[in-house]
């Protein structure tokens, strides 16, 4: 039967499991036994009220872990064939009666969680490397990555700082993308490194899972094996070349992107956006600007550091009054300030006069006084 072979013992049925036929596996007891041949077993249970004799047919030679070459030792590298395959792992036999497993974590230096299957099939003829050998427990684990170098090995000397580089896009979290640039080296673009001037919410707005991008290296960090990438790095800063361009009062046009209760997102000319607060979007007929409406805006703050403009439309037709207070009350000093200077240099001549003067140059202090006080 598939699941094991009935032995005549003279008037009475034994049967040998599948299990108990080798120390390999084998799929169908054809592999090791055929009708009517005649064999010795090993009487392994009996049972007396079911009439059930449990017999065995590898238990007539050693174990094959007993007779493991005594010099095999971790660190070796072996050769066998894959015969059972799972989602963690696949089981290499590297001897009949001997497995090892090779996890799915030792199969690829890439930290990108994967299946076995993705590596190898049933059949396979893998060579691996030792990691563990338990003789007692008659378990081994088995590695295939070890067989090729590390490539965190000199990573410093092979992507430095401020080197440039393809990598595959992986996966997406909300606050980056995770790249691979070669099998076992990822990293990490952070939100804030993708564009000088793009508002991105999300960096699936950027790029695909699959496509490639282009990076440069930001900073190695070698213990936790993980690479701080940037791509708007590949560029100059155009906020150096937009300070003098959106320079505060300066007057651009720019189209009404979106709008909620704060205020607008404005496209502006060369790519970047600023944001109208909702009291500057009033126009010179009382209503308010809409999305999509192209109108002339007033530069009325910028940021470098922020990546920030703001901006008004209001003001390219309207002066504003904190401006207009500023300039009244600077004028008022200035008028004063002149008085004053006025009064020191009368009492100066005052002093300097004639009896005969006095009385008149009096009147024109007591008027100058006058006007300083007001």
């Known amino acids: 039967t598939s699941y094991g ?6 008037g009475v049925d034994g049967l040998v499991h599948i299990t108990d036929l080798s120390w390999g596996r084998i799929n169908h007891p054809e592999e090791v036994v055929e009708l009517d041949q005649k064999l010795k077993v090993v009487i392994l249970d009996f049972d ?7 017999l065995g047919l590898k238990q007539l030679t050693p174990h094959p872990w007993d007779s493991l070459d005594t010099n095999l030792k971790i660190g070796d590298k072996v050769k066998g064939k894959v015969v059972v395959i799972a989602d963690y792992g696949a089981f290499i036999e590297i001897a009949p009666g001997v497995e090892g497993l090779i996890h799915v974590s030792e199969m690829s230096w890439s930290q990108h969680l994967r ?11 893998v060579e691996a ?6 003789r007692d427990e008659r378990k081994m684990s088995l590695g295939m990555k ?13 992507y430095p700082v401020g080197s440039k580089h393809t990598a595959s896009v992986r996966n997406f979290t909300n606050f980056g993308i995770f790249v691979e640039i070669e099998e076992g080296v990822d990293g990490l673009i952070h939100i804030s490194d993708l564009s ?19 990076v440069v290296v930001l900073d190695v960090d070698v213990e936790n094996r993980r690479l701080s990438l940037g791509h ?11 300070e003098t361009v959106f320079e505060v009062g ?10 909620n209760d704060k205020g607008a997102i404005v496209a502006l000319p060369y790519g970047v956006e600023g944001f109208a607060p909702g009291r500057h979007l009033k126009k010179q007929d009382g209503s308010t600007a809409k999305v999509d409406e192209q109108l002339d805006f007033k530069v009325i703050e910028f940021s470098k550091e922020n990546k920030k403009i703001i901006i008004s439309h209001t003001r390219t037709f309207e002066e504003d009054p904190r401006a207009a207070k500023k300039a009244d009350e600077h004028k008022h000093k200035s008028e004063k300030k002149q008085t004053s200077q006025g009064v020191k240099k009368l009492n100066e001549k005052v002093e300097k006069t004639t009896l005969g003067d006095i009385s008149g140059l009096a009147d024109l202090k007591s008027k100058l006084e006058k006007g300083e006080k007001k």
Do not use: C, M, Y
């Open 129 to 134: 490397v030792i990691l563990t050998l338990d």
């Open 48 to 54: 007396e009220n079911k009439k059930r004799i449990a």
């Open 146 to 158: 070890q067989l090729i170098p590390d490539p965190w090995e000199k990573i410093s000397e092979r």
């Open 115 to 125: 299946t076995a299957k993705d590596f190898l099939k049933v059949g396979d003829e």
């Open 5 to 10: 072979a009935f032995i005549d013992l003279g």
């Open 232 to 242: 708007k790095q590949l560029e100059e800063n155009p906020w150096d070349v937009f």
């Open 250 to 259: 300066s007057v651009h046009q720019g189209t009404v992107i979106s709008a």
């Open 196 to 214: 000088w001037s793009k508002k991105i919410k999300h960096p699936a707005e950027f790029t695909k899972i699959g496509e490639d991008i282009e």
